[in-house]
Structures are given as structure tokens and as C-alpha cells.
């Protein structure tokens, strides 16, 4: 698999290009979310995105052919992004603003379940010399479902980074994974992010009920999908910790500058 520029992940091309045209091409995108009790910048996620043609345009992963299973396609992809988000942390923490953000990272099960899982990650944390405390983890709802029902060698290598202090998140939680809560509790799960179509809802009893059923376990709540200032009073009336969505920070290639606060948004 070819590896591209910094700020790039590995190339994925989604057909033969016809006519010279460039293929589709991997790159890592960055959204920022944010303390809702500080108002300051938390970090950034590193997201997967796919450059198409000549034309530049981006789209998010369900517009490209992903690597099957099983191939160590995804895993490689993995990797790269992870170690573009451990770099791009590295040259934000040289201005004084940005030195204590974290970087989160969206991993699949063809990574986790490898067997070099913990010793990739430490390996590319110490290349960066980056300490673990600055990595987030994201898993799926329905990674943790599949991540419950393995055996004891899985769960063990999340344990084995949790060691070394990095913190994982369960992502995309809906009404629908309350049933998980215990053992998000009990295994090695630090935040839960709720899905973002529970913000756009505006509901905000459905809200409530939620984020307290997270909260009751001792797990602070991330609120995806903000794109209202009213999303936001919202959030942060509820007792969220951490936002994210359009209204604080679109996804962005590397370049572009992110704010360190949102003093203008919450106050």
C-alpha cells in the first residue's frame, strides 16, 4: 500500500483511474471537540476521509471501496492514522495553546484483534514521543457488542493500553446500548459519546435520561453532533463534559488552524 505526504493516510484507490485521471486517495481529516466546563480546545479526531480525482472533493469512508476484512488492509489503515494524528499532536503541541490536547482515533476490530495490537500503538506512541495519557480510543457500539462476547485475549489488550494511560471511548451510544452500560463500566471504557442524531433531535428529556443513565455509572458524556448554538446551551445545561459537531469545528485537513476556545460560543 502506498504511503503519501504527512497529514495523509495510506492510499486506497477505488478503481482503476480511466483517462489519467488521479485515484481515489486516503487522507486523515481532524474535528475538534471541546470542555464544555472550560471552554477550551480537548482535542482532536482523526478521521478517516477519501480525496476523489483530480477534482480534490472529499466524502466520508462510505463513499469508498474500504479494504475487505480480514486482508490487513484496515489495519494498515488503522496504523496510518494513528500515526498522522500522533504527528499532527506533536506540531500542535509546539505553541503553548495547543500543548495539552489529545487525539482520538477510530480503530477497527482487524486492528484490535491483532496480536501486535498493544505493541503497534506503544511502538507508535513512543516513535512520536507521545505520552499514552494524550490518546483517546474510539470504539463502536458495535465493536464493544463484538468486543464483549470475545474471549479474555482481546479484552486483555485494551487493558494492557489502558496500563500505560490510554483512555478509550465508546462512540455512537443510543438508547438502544443502555444494556452495555455495566460492562462499559467494568471494562476498560473512560467516555461515552452519544450518537449525534440524539442531539439533532433537540429531544431534550430523551437527552436527559441518557446522559443520567451514563453519569449514574461514573462515566462523563461527549455530545456529537452539536450544530446549534441551542444544541449547545442544551449540552452543557445537561451536565455533558465534552462537545463536538459543525458548530464548533468542521473536519479539516491538517493545515487548517483550530481554535483553542469557544469563549465566544458558551458564554
Given amino acids: 500500500m502506498t504511503i503519501h505526504m ?19 486517495t486516503l487522507v486523515t ?42 486482508d490487513d488492509g484496515m489495519r ?36 484490535i484483534a491483532h496480536p501486535r495490537f498493544v505493541k503497534d500503538v506503544r511502538r507508535s506512541l513512543a516513535r512520536h514521543h507521545v505520552p499514552g495519557d494524550r490518546l483517546l480510543v474510539d470504539l463502536s457500539a ?27 471511548c465508546l462512540d455512537g451510544f443510543t438508547a438502544d446500548d443502555l444494556d452495555l ?3 462499559a463500566a467494568a471494562m476498560p471504557v473512560d467516555i461515552i459519546k ?6 439533532s433531535t433537540g429531544d431534550r428529556q430523551a437527552l436527559a435520561d441518557i446522559a443520567g443513565a451514563v453519569q449514574d455509572v461514573g462515566l462523563p ?10 444544541q449547545l446551551e442544551l449540552v452543557r445545561e445537561l451536565g455533558f463534559e465534552w462537545a ?10 491538517a493545515r487548517t488552524p483550530v481554535a483553542a476556545q469557544i469563549s465566544d460560543l458558551v458564554d
Fill in 76 to 111: 494498515e489503515l488503522d496504523l496510518r492514522v494513528l500515526d498522522d494524528a500522533l504527528a499532527h499532536k506533536v506540531e500542535l503541541a509546539k505553541t503553548s495553546d495547543h500543548r495539552q490536547l489529545i487525539v482520538s482515533v477510530n480503530l477497527s476490530w482487524d486492528l
Fill in 6 to 24: 504527512p497529514g495523509e493516510a495510506t492510499s486506497h484507490s477505488t478503481g482503476d483511474a480511466a483517462d489519467g485521471a488521479a485515484p481515489d
Fill in 181 to 183: 452500560l455495566p460492562s
Fill in 221 to 230: 458524556v461527549v455530545a456529537a453532533g452539536v450544530e446549534t448554538r441551542e
Fill in 194 to 199: 452519544l450518537h449525534p442524531r440524539l442531539v
Fill in 244 to 253: 463536538q459537531g459543525f458548530l464548533l469545528g468542521e473536519p479539516a485537513d
Fill in 29 to 70: 481529516y481532524y474535528q475538534p471537540f471541546y470542555n464544555l466546563r472550560t471552554g477550551r480546545l480537548q482535542g482532536l479526531e482523526a478521521l478517516a476521509r477519501v480525496r476523489t480525482g483530480d477534482e480534490g472533493d472529499v466524502a466520508a469512508p462510505p463513499g469508498f471501496s474500504a479494504p475487505s476484512p480480514g
Fill in 142 to 168: 458495535a465493536l464493544f457488542r463484538r468486543l464483549h462476547s470475545a474471549d479474555d485475549g482481546e479484552r486483555a489488550r485494551l487493558t494492557a493500553l489502558q496500563c500505560v494511560e490510554i483512555a478509550f
